[in-house]
């Protein structure tokens, strides 16, 4: 079906700004008005980017059932504020892309790991992911950088920021889980502090 066209009559005598929807969410050439627009590099990267933090919020939401199900509940309540700070992380990558002036294009999202062996191993598989996030964060500033993008550059600076904090939080409970070993008491307490994360 043809999409629909409308146009918009403006207080300015003689202006008409015609807008017209088109159906694969492209903006119309025929608008007269457009913000500078992005390097299609980078505004590819970012909606990559999108897709990565939703994958991070995918493949915490799968530990944190995992942990439920072992009836680890801290655990299993600190993944899910990290699920949703990862869902958070990816509409600021989305609402840039549309404060920018683009439409964003969404990637597919792989189906997360399940079935994990200890919550050493959840806990290094966390850490191994926010590693490969920094170094997607890391790739996507060189770029913004090489393609002279510099709102896009002041926009991830919180991203670098936010990066060191993921993996030194993600580090310290690796840490901890290694020197507890096979002491049930010593996991069941950092259970119970983990369980006190409210966000
Ligand atoms: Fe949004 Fe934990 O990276």
Redesign the pocket.
């Known amino acids: 079906m043809e999409p629909p066209a409308s146009s918009l009559r403006v207080a300015r005598a003689g202006t008409m700004i015609k807008v017209v929807f088109v159906t694969n969410g492209e903006r119309s050439a025929v608008s007269e008005v457009a913000q500078t627009p992005m390097k299609g590099a980078v505004r590819e990267a970012m909606e990559e980017q999108i897709g990565h933090?939703f994958s991070?919020a995918y493949l915490y939401l799968s530990m944190s059932g995992s942990f439920e199900a072992a009836n680890l509940t801290g655990f299993a309540r600190w993944m899910r504020a990290q699920a949703s700070?990862?869902q958070v992380?990816a509409l600021k990558f989305f609402d840039f892309l549309l404060d920018r002036g683009e439409s964003a294009r969404l990637p597919a999202i792989e189906e997360p790991s399940y079935g994990f062996r200890s919550p050493l191993d959840t806990f290094e598989q966390a850490l191994e992911h926010?590693k490969r996030?920094t170094r997607f964060i890391h790739d996507l500033y060189d770029l913004a950088v090489s393609e002279h993008d510099y709102p896009a550059q002041v926009f991830l600076n919180w991203f670098v920021s936010?990066?060191v904090e993921?993996e030194k939080s993600a580090t310290e409970i690796v840490e901890r889980l290694r020197m507890a070993g096979e002491d049930t008491a010593a996991l069941l307490m950092l259970d119970k502090e983990l369980g006190e994360r409210q966000q």
């Open positions: 933090e991070a700070e990862e992380h926010e996030v936010e990066q993921e």
